[in-house]
């Protein structure tokens, strides 16, 4: 008699993160938070929460375990550098702490501040209190089965990717359940969509269907280099022109679109402090009836 065999009610990294974990991952980001932002916290717990939140990041980038896609997102899914540098600038902070090396404690922050941690400990605080449904921009999202990793489902959505993962699994048609692979943030989820499927339509199986036959990591290359071609980035970078601290505004210099300008709204101030020509920045473009405009800017080491 043939054993039974079970399967999974989550695709691969889609799995519900569990209230264990979510204890954790909550008292890690938040004792890491106060920890970059200059509070005082137990050196024990500090010491705890930064091994947790390593794990937290490690998870993401190995993208072996069952709930590693929901911490990814959670953490508003950064790009894969950011992730690994984060970890290691992590590793490097605590083992600075253990020897009470100053000096090495402060350049492992400056590294994580330069990832933009705060920003992706923000993003996990601000899931927890619910998915954001009026966010700009959309996903484009790549899944996957672990019993045929090279057969692909390739799409769009405008919510959280974990969302429209959940309502494809729960076809009447779906006996295992999809996982993400990769997920892109795009501008206009729509027209990546277009561009994409147009990109890997050799490899495409049916033509009124979202399914393509390729290696996971060829259709990641192809789609990345796509959306930066066709400038479809969430998104866009340059490098800074000018920017007058005095008067809060500056210019940014990019290479498609020109000149930039860039008031010191659109920025955070401890960002702001270390603008200066020459530095590169990523930033979301916005236009108006003055013409293109940048808003949230970061510094980027890309």
Not at 9 to 28: L, V
Request: include cysteine; glycine fraction near 6%; proline fraction near 4%.
């Amino acid at each position: 008699m043939n054993e039974k065999k079970s399967v999974a009610k989550w695709g691969f990294g889609m799995s519900p993160i569990s209230s264990q974990m979510r204890q954790r991952y909550d008292e890690a980001v938040y004792n890491v938070s106060r920890l970059m932002n200059g509070e005082e916290v137990d050196s024990q717990v500090v010491l705890e929460s930064l091994s947790e939140l390593k794990g937290m990041f490690s998870r993401y980038i190995r993208k072996d375990q069952w709930d590693y896609a929901m911490v990814g997102e959670e953490l508003g899914n950064p790009p894969a550098r950011h992730a690994r540098l984060i970890a290691n600038d992590l590793l490097k902070l605590r083992r600075a702490l253990v020897a009470n090396d100053t000096d090495s404690a402060e350049q492992a922050k400056r590294g994580l501040e330069e990832n933009s941690i705060l920003k992706y400990l923000e993003n996990y605080e601000a899931t927890k209190q619910g998915p954001d449904q009026n966010r700009d921009g959309g996903w484009i999202y790549v899944l996957s089965t672990r019993e045929q990793p090279n057969i692909l489902k390739i799409g769009r959505t405008s919510r959280q990717v974990s969302q429209r993962s959940k309502e494809i699994n729960a076809a009447t048609g779906v006996l295992i359940p999809f996982g993400a692979r990769y997920v892109f943030r795009v501008k206009d989820p729509v027209e990546a969509e277009r561009e994409v499927h147009q990109a890997l339509s050799e490899y495409r199986i049916r033509q009124d269907r979202e399914f393509f036959e390729i290696e996971p990591y060829k259709a990641e290359q192809i789609i990345r280099e796509c959306i930066r071609a066709h400038r479809l980035n969430y998104r866009s970078g340059g490098t800074i022109l000018w920017f007058d601290h005095r008067k809060f505004y500056g210019f940014i210099s990019t290479e498609n679109e020109g000149d930039i300008f860039v008031h010191g709204s659109g920025v955070r101030r401890e960002t702001a402090e270390n603008l200066a020509p020459g530095t590169p920045v990523t930033f979301i473009l916005n236009r108006n009836s003055k013409g293109p405009y940048a808003t949230r800017v970061a510094i980027s080491n890309e």
